[in-house]
């Protein structure tokens, strides 16, 4: 949906610059999953015209 591998996300979401996320259970059992509304949030979040908006 947002085109970035699994290991991309799982970085984001260790340095907390993704979408939000849910955590089925703790440890490493646990599932992760996005919710669309926080995935569309996260894209119109990071919605630049130019290279030099970004920070």
Known sequence: MI??????LENWRTQGTGPKF???ATGRRGKVLYDLSDIEA???ANRYSSTSEVA
């Open 22 to 24: 849910i955590k089925t």
């Open 42 to 44: 996260w894209k119109a």
């Open 3 to 8: 085109g970035v591998a699994p290991g991309t």
